[in-house]
């Protein structure tokens, strides 16, 4: 199973589909050299495949990232570095070109325990404030080893 993403003139997606896998060439029409190029004629635009598994430029089992981002309806596609970028968050964020992500100008809190990792610590969730140019606190959870949940501080 493959998944591709189609493009309109601006190089915006406008759909992605699961299709059928790049490496199966046994059913692929006569006349195309690619899925992509038929998707892509079928539908009457460009058509590019687009990795699931890969995420700021990094595969998520191990393997080699594909095209920067999985695409996402909206998103862009840079053509001069064969990767897709999600939409621009804020006009403060900036692209890494190396993960092809967006990034805030201050770094996101290491107080967060982002991952849930560590159950002593409470898991704090920020959110970008454009205005004062920094992460604001909107929620707080605590784990409770009784109920092996986290719950939401008040």
């Known amino acids: 199973m493959a998944h591709y993403a189609f493009l309109n003139s601006h190089n915006i997606v406008t759909e992605v589909i699961t299709g ?6 046994d059913n ?16 009457g635009q460009t058509c590019k495949r687009t990795s699931y598994n890969t995420n700021a430029n990094q595969h998520l ?16 596609y840079d ?17 890494n070109n190396s993960t092809w992500s967006w990034e805030a100008p201050v770094a996101y809190p290491s107080d967060a325990n982002a ?10 969730h920020y959110q970008w404030n454009e205005q004062y140019q920094k992460w604001v606190e909107v929620s707080r ?14």
Do not use: C, H, M
């Open 28 to 43: 692929l029409p006569e006349g195309f050299s690619s899925w992509e190029e038929f998707y892509g004629d079928f539908r």
């Open 79 to 95: 053509e001069n570095n064969d990767v897709f970028i999600a939409p621009k968050p804020f006009n403060s964020w900036t692209l």
């Open 115 to 124: 991952d849930y990792s560590d159950t002593s610590l409470p898991v704090i």
């Open 61 to 76: 089992l191990d393997g080699t990232p594909f095209r920067g981002n999985y695409a996402g309806k909206g998103y862009s």
């Open 141 to 154: 959870l605590q784990y409770n080893s009784e109920t092996e949940n986290w719950n939401l501080i008040e």
């Open 20 to 25: 059928i896998d790049e490496d199966n060439l």
